[in-house]
C-alpha cells in the first residue's frame, strides 16, 4: 500500500515534511521521507482518540465530557482506566496488568470510632 506521500508524489526536498491538518488545525497525519508516517483522529474538542504509527502500533484514548482522559490503551493490550473528582483530580487508576490506585472517598457511614473507651458509630448527617 502506498503512502500518502507517495500517492500525491510529494517532493521532501523541495517541501520538507508532509503534514496534514484537519480543518481545526489539529495535525492528522505526518510523513517523513523515510516513508515513516504518523496519523491522528481527534474527537470535537480537539483531544486525540487515536494515533497509528507506520509500524502498526496505535493507542486510543477516551475522554469524559470535562475533558479528561478515563481510558487509553494500545495496541500492545495495555490499558488504563481512569476517574476524577469534580475538580478534575484523579481518583482512580485500574492498569490491564491489575495494579489498582484508588482514591475515591470512602464513606464512613456504620463505622465505629473509640475515644475515651467509648465507641461510637458514625451515621450520615
Given amino acids: 500500500m502506498k503512502t500518502i506521500a507517495q500517492q500525491i508524489n510529494w ?3 523541495a ?3 508532509l503534514e496534514i491538518k484537519d480543518k481545526n488545525g489539529n495535525q492528522i497525519y505526518t510523513e517523513g521521507s ?3 508516517w504518523e496519523k491522528w483522529k481527534c474527537n470535537s474538542q480537539g483531544k486525540v482518540i487515536y494515533h497509528e504509527y507506520s509500524d502498526g502500533f496505535w493507542t486510543k484514548s477516551e475522554y469524559d465530557s470535562n475533558g479528561n482522559e478515563i481510558y487509553w ?3 500492545e ?3 488504563v482506566k481512569r476517574e476524577y473528582d469534580s475538580q478534575g483530580n484523579r481518583i482512580y487508576y485500574e492498569f490491564s496488568d491489575g495494579k489498582i490506585i ?3 472517598p470512602k464513606s464512613c457511614e456504620d463505622k465505629e470510632i473509640e475515644i ?3 465507641k461510637y458509630k ?3 448527617v
Avoid: I
Fill in 15 to 17: 517541501n520538507g515534511r
Fill in 11 to 13: 517532493d521532501f526536498k
Fill in 77 to 79: 493490550g495495555f490499558w
Fill in 116 to 118: 475515651d473507651g467509648v
Fill in 34 to 36: 523515510s516513508g515513516y
Fill in 102 to 104: 484508588d482514591n475515591r
Fill in 122 to 124: 458514625l451515621t450520615k
Fill in 73 to 75: 490503551e494500545n495496541s
